[in-house]
T-cell receptor
Framework: QKEVEQNSGPLSVPEGAIASLNCTYSDRGSQSFFWYRQYSGKSPELIMFIYSNGDKEDGRFTAQLNKASQYVSLLIRDSQPSDSATYLCAVMPGSARQLTFGSGTQLTVLP | DAGVTQSPTHLIKTRGQQVTLRCSPISGHKSVSWYQQVLGQGPQFIFQYYEKEERGRGNFPDRFSARQFPNYSSELNVNALLLGDSALYLC????????????FGPGTRLLVL
């Protein structure tokens, strides 16, 4: 079982729709959770981080964390073509300070 | 403020050669982490350094080594290059305190022929 799992996609949504990206993790001791966006040929760019159960909103982005279910998600409202990228879920175990990444979900927003 | 910088941006080497990649963290950040990203996968953790001390090591062979300098910049060295070492090498900067959010540099793309 992979430590961090994401649906590789590709996920396609029409412009203006809500894109929902999901991630599960295996280490129950994980404390910190991150979403990065990576455009083709570029490096990962931090979008959001979340530490506590519940929702965290930042502009069009909402991160949701459920530690009991070991599940973290990212919602992108009013999706734009410029949101088309690979979204990486990353988890920081409680015992260490390095990131464990999923394989990423490729999102395409159709004009 | 300048972000994380890495050099070189691209590099072509042949099997068996050695390579050194360089990274300068965000001003005020004391921790540097190195990741390897092969095509189609998420980044894989290689090393983390804080205050010149190794704070973590991923599952990579001893051909990989790193160090951090007093100004918090860092170098990643890879010896005896293999074709499978072709990847994007990412440096991430973090404050080194309880706030461990990591910010990535542009990466060095290494091609081993």
């Amino acid at each position: 079982q992979k430590e961090v799992e994401q649906n590789s996609g590709p996920l396609s949504v029409p412009e203006g729709a809500i894109a929902s990206l999901n991630c599960t993790y295996s280490d129950r001791g994980s404390q910190s959770f991150f979403w990065y966006r990576q455009y083709s040929g570029k490096s990962p760019e931090l979008i959001m981080f979340i530490y506590s159960n519940g929702d965290k909103e930042d502009g069009r982005f909402t991160a949701q964390l459920n530690k009991a279910s070991q599940y973290v998600s990212l919602l992108i409202r009013d999706s734009q073509p410029s949101d088309s990228a690979t979204y990486l879920c990353a988890v920081m175990p409680g015992s260490a300070r390095q990131l464990t990444f999923g394989s990423g979900t490729q999102l395409t927003v159709l004009p | 403020d300048a972000g994380v910088t890495q050099s070189p941006t691209h590099l072509i080497k042949t099997r068996g050669q050695q390579v050194t990649l360089r990274c300068s963290p965000i001003s005020g950040h004391k921790s540097v982490s190195w990741y390897q990203q092969v095509l189609g996968q998420g980044p894989q953790f290689i090393f983390q350094y804080y205050e010149k001390e190794e704070r973590g090591r991923g599952n990579f062979p001893d051909r990989f080594s790193a160090r951090q300098f007093p100004n918090y910049s860092s170098e990643l060295n890879v010896n005896a290059l293999l074709l499978g070492d072709s990847a994007l090498y990412l440096c991430a900067s973090s404050p080194g305190t309880r706030q461990e959010t990591q910010y990535f540099g542009p990466g060095t793309r290494l091609l081993v022929l």
